[in-house]
């Protein structure tokens, strides 16, 4: 690096730019930094964050100079130099513990001060600049989404839109009328101007923050079956199908499209949370796609389980048992990797998922997973962690374990007590077809209560009716959401009730909400109890 004349500013901003190691960078600084004004600060660290690789474990030292001087100046910065000195700790992965903590903690009130300087690049790349780092700033968030709502979205582009939508979704921001504009300036453009990446990161966003835009949704949608999905890479594919899922807009094309998508290119390109969020999005979307599910099986037998989380693996488990997909092999694989790592690491979300879909599916490979005391003295240890739904789980568990007669240790008596408490807490709501079938059932003559409760399973039965002879017969009318998507096929879950009920006793008869929209016909009940 040549010695430059401190008289020569305009030389040491080019000499910055030019830099090609941290080495020289660094040496830049310690020579002049009696010398830096504004451009030389925005020019080292728009060098730092393009040429920076690897660990900062090194760098706390000969960066705690320089990170000393951006605090001095930053008040002495424009709006664009205070926003770009965010952009470039955030991409360079300059957060958590570090000297660089001093830059964050004063970059608000700068911020604050230069607020109606700020344009929309300068907006969107601060807020996603807080949001990489994880750092909560909320009362910037707000002035920056008011400020973004008062002068509106015209001069923001695609990528500005997208940016903004995930760093609000990201921190947990909630911007309802900044994701009202957005949704709106997207549908008076278009989305031809939208990149893939734009798209999937737009409907994440909208899914994250739990906005609705069915519009938004519906314009997406239909970009996509426009150009195709050859553009989308794989986490591109998995996060728009997860949106659409986690929103709850139905878009059969599209997830028929992903699906043959993914089962083009194959799935070697997906990484495991890519792996399970799209396993995830199919079974709660409800749409049937059994090709895809083989393939995403076959893909993790192939790469084996070593890379998946806790969350992944618990994830993939409940979205083949949601859509009633068998993979015994899978499952094993599943086993005895949770075998081989233990369930220490696993929450009480992951290890209510693992067991409930072992409970639907019953594979063989159950017994190796849960003959040994890991289970229950996992659920043990998380027993004031789980919720209502997830203590029904375990219940639905602990029924499969008797319908197996299977000699694993149970759970420890006060948590299953819990767990049988959270199940006949809950309250069945009657449905309109439900009600329609119980008048039918009274208007033959028979005796019939609604909403009542097996009191071995703790299960609520939609109808129960009496006939002449004392039989009781334990009605469930089934309506679209026990169905997977369009299908005829029962989701886990109804299959696991209804498993369940007869294993207990139960004489059960299904009323398929299809079978009663096109016939009133009750086969099973006598046409009058006379």
């Known amino acids: 690096v040549p010695l430059l004349a401190p008289s020569n500013p305009r030389a040491l901003t080019a000499e910055l ?26 020019a080292f660290w728009s060098k730092f964050k393009k040429i920076f690789r690897g660990e900062l474990g090194g760098l706390r030292g000969p960066l705690a100079p320089v990170c ?16 770009n000195v965010a952009h470039a700790f955030a991409k360079a992965r300059l957060f958590g513990a570090g000297p660089w903590e001093s830059v964050w903690t004063a970059l608000p009130q700068a911020m604050h001060r230069r607020l109606d300087g700020f344009n ?75 990149t893939e990446q734009h798209l999937s990161i737009t409907a994440w966003a909208f899914a994250k923050s739990a906005q609705e835009a069915p519009a938004l949704f519906e314009a997406i949608s239909a970009e996509t079956g426009r150009r195709g999905l050859n553009g989308f890479n794989s986490q591109e594919l998995s996060n728009t199908a997860w949106a ?69 693996l618990s994830t993939t488990a409940w979205a083949f048992a949601t ?72 219940h639905q568990w602990s029924l499969w374990r008797k319908e197996r007669r299977a000699p694993w240790p149970g759970l420890h008596e006060s948590l299953r007590q819990a767990c049988r408490n ?3 807490e809950e309250d069945g709501q009657p449905s309109r077809t439900q009600s329609e079938v119980v008048r039918e059932i009274r208007s033959r003559g028979f005796d019939v209560d609604e909403e009542q409760r097996c009191q071995i399973s703790g299960y609520s039965l939609d109808a129960l009716v009496v006939l002449n002879d004392g039989e009781r017969i334990a009605v469930e009318v089934d309506g679209p959401s026990h169905f997977i998507g369009r ?3 029962p989701t886990g879950a109804t299959q696991l009730k209804h498993r369940q009920l007869r294993h207990f006793g139960w004489r059960l008869e ?7 929209d096109h016939s009133n016909a009750l086969p099973w009940l006598p046409r009058s109890s006379r």
């Not at 290119?265 to 969020?277: D, E, I, Y």
Request: glycine share 6%.
């Open 323 to 394: 859509a009633c997909h068998t993979a015994p092999e899978m499952f094993k694989t599943i086993s005895a990797e949770l075998l081989r790592r233990g369930l220490g690491s696993f929450n009480a979300q992951n290890i209510t998922n693992t067991a409930w879909a072992f409970a639907v599916l019953d594979p063989p490979s159950a017994d190796a997973l849960f003959s040994t005391t890991c289970f229950s003295t996992r659920c043990a240890s998380l027993e004031t962690s789980f919720s209502l739904e997830q203590l029904t789980q375990l």
């Open 510 to 516: 299904s009323v398929p909400y299809w079978e009663w």
């Open 422 to 424: 959270a199940c006949f």
């Open 120 to 194: 929309a690049q300068d907006l969107s790349n601060t807020v996603w600049a807080f949001a990489t780092a994880g750092i909560e700033e909320p009362a910037l968030f707000e002035a920056l989404s008011a400020q973004a709502a008062r002068r509106g979205l015209r001069d923001f582009r695609e990528q500005h839109l997208s940016n903004t939508a995930w760093a609000f979704a990201k921190s947990g921001r909630e911007a309802p009328a900044l994701f009202e504009a957005i949704s709106a300036e997207a549908g008076r453009r278009g989305l031809r101007g939208f």
């Open 17 to 42: 730019g030019k830099a090609r190691t941290l080495s020289d960078l660094l040496y830049l600084h310690r020579r002049h930094a009696h010398h830096f004004d504004n451009f030389h600060l925005g």
């Open 244 to 312: 659409f899922a986690k929103s709850g807009h139905e878009a059969p094309a599209l997830f028929e499209a992903i699906s043959t998508e993914a089962g083009r290119r194959g799935l070697g390109c997906f990484n495991p949370q890519n792996l399970s969020n799209t396993a995830w999005a199919f079974a709660k979307s409800g749409h049937e796609a059994p090709a895809l599910l083989d393939a995403l099986s076959a893909e993790t037998m192939r790469r084996g389980l070593g890379g998946f989380n806790p969350q992944d």
């Open 487 to 489: 299908s005829h096929t």
């Open 68 to 83: 000393e001087l951006t605090v001095q100046m930053l008040f002495e910065l424009s709006a664009r130099e205070v926003s």
